[in-house]
């Protein structure tokens, strides 16, 4: 049996985000009691990356895109279609910006990272009427049913949220995918302690996850972690498998040899193995090592270390977000960000063997999914690009200090961020020196086609 959502406004969310996806243009902004009420959310900021990453929100302007379509343009004014190719930072709000994507990104996207606002009633610059579940549902649902048009036919999308709207979100996703669709729940550990909480230690996040089409989807992987151990070779990083051929199954005695010599194979597997053996030997996949006294050799794979991969758990541990920050000068600018190593591991575990994959988030906070790009790309010197969309709202982190602002002309001044934007394109731009030299990336902005 399937669970339907039913939230008073559902009716509308969806229209409008269908209207969006089919590209019949919105509805002109209609003011004063004949308004439609659009999809909006609280005010506030509690500081959180996830709560204060969100869609320039105004009774008016949220969901009432104007006469036109949205597009988007050089800061300049000029209107701008980048290629789907290219690292973009685009500034406004999202759901126009989405909007404005279909028409460079539909159906380029292969993975979709957001961790969108809360709903804890005090964590969003948005406006509200009692954050309840059905403002965070009619919210959600236009730029979901847009996140799903902007994705591959292989695309997925990781929801990242606490337990206040866990299972909401759940349904809602099962009904926008389809609940044939959904992938599972990833656990994110974030916490150890928490001495003084209520009933127990809250340590962990929600990650659920969807495929546009789940039959399309490979598995989710990440590097290889096992008793095989890493040795340079002719000046590459290998994973070194001493043991892949064995005499036979079992339990060996302790002193025993457990593995097949190259020139024990004929005897024991016979004459097909040898051949196989061979034909692997030939590729380079497998070499020869001398092993033992007697001068035989033992078979050993090899695989270049960025190509070594297993199963993700799905429980991942990545503790905090500000200990990224702190190497890139940044420390103490904004309270709770995500952890790279967190985003990194979704972002590689579905593009592992796709370098040139798209990886989009349009609640980009301070910029983690860039750098987390940036570190799978180093990894194996991919050239994955990433689409971040983030609000310009106002920076109001009780921990946000004065940091040394570049401005592009290698003058340097001490500033606060006045917006969360300016923060975004700032930590890109010093994430990129360090782990990124050369790494360009395009800032437009979103115009709502007024």
């Excluded at 064995?246 to 060996?252: L, S």
């Amino acid at each position: 049996m399937t669970t339907v959502l039913e939230w008073t406004g559902k009716a509308a969310a969806f229209a409008l985000g269908r209207r969006l996806v089919d590209g019949a243009g919105a509805e002109p902004r209609r003011s004063g009691a004949g308004r439609e009420p659009g999809p909006h959310l609280g005010d506030g900021n509690s500081g959180r990356e996830g709560h204060v990453r969100a869609s320039r929100g105004t009774p008016e302007g949220d969901g009432r895109l104007g006469d036109g379509r949205p597009h988007l343009r050089d800061v300049d004014g000029t209107a701008r279609l980048p290629d789907p190719h290219e690292n973009l930072l685009v500034v406004g709000d999202n759901l126009p910006a989405l909007t404005a994507l279909l028409a460079t990104h539909r159906g380029q996207v292969k993975v979709v990272y957001i961790d969108p606002p809360y709903n804890t009633g005090n964590a969003h610059t948005y406006k509200d009427h009692g954050h309840d579940h059905a403002s965070w549902l009619s919210f959600m649902t236009p730029r979901l049913l847009l996140a799903r048009e902007l994705m591959r036919e292989d695309g997925v999308l990781f929801l990242h949220l606490d337990d206040k709207e866990s299972a909401w979100a759940q349904l809602l996703g099962h009904e926008i995918f389809g609940e044939d669709n959904s992938l599972g729940t990833l656990i994110h550990q974030r916490a150890k302690g928490g001495g003084n909480a209520r009933s127990f230690v809250r340590g962990h996040d929600y990650v659920h996850v969807w495929a546009r089409d789940a039959s399309q989807v490979g598995p989710f992987l990440t590097e290889k972690k096992s008793p095989a151990k890493l040795e340079v070779i002719d000046g590459r990083r290998m994973l070194v498998e001493t043991d892949v051929l064995r005499a036979g199954f079992g339990r060996y005695a302790r002193g025993s040899e457990r593995r097949l010599m190259y020139e024990d194979i004929v005897a024991v597997k016979g004459e097909g193995k040898l051949v196989e053996v061979d034909a692997k030997l030939a590729s380079g996949e497998y070499i020869l090592r001398p092993w033992g006294t007697e001068g035989k050799h033992a078979v050993v794979r090899v695989t270049p270390a960025e190509k070594a991969s297993s199963k993700l758990y799905s429980i991942i541990k990545a503790l905090g977000g500000q200990n990224d920050l702190e190497p890139l000068g940044l420390a103490g600018v904004f309270s709770y960000p995500k952890p790279v190593e967190l985003v990194k591991a979704l972002v590689a575990s579905q593009t592992f063997f796709d370098p040139d994959a798209i990886v989009l988030d349009f609640f980009a906070g301070s910029g983690t999914t860039a750098q987390a790009v940036m570190a799978a790309n180093e990894r194996d010197q991919g050239s994955r690009s990433f689409v971040l969309v983030q609000t310009p709202e106002p920076l109001r982190s009780k921990t946000a200090k004065a940091v040394v602002v570049g401005d592009g002309t290698g003058r340097t001044s001490d500033a606060e961020f006045p917006t969360i934007s300016e923060l975004t394109a700032e930590r890109i731009r010093r994430a990129a020196a360090a782990h990124s030299p050369g790494l360009d990336f395009t800032q437009l902005e979103v115009s709502e086609g007024e």
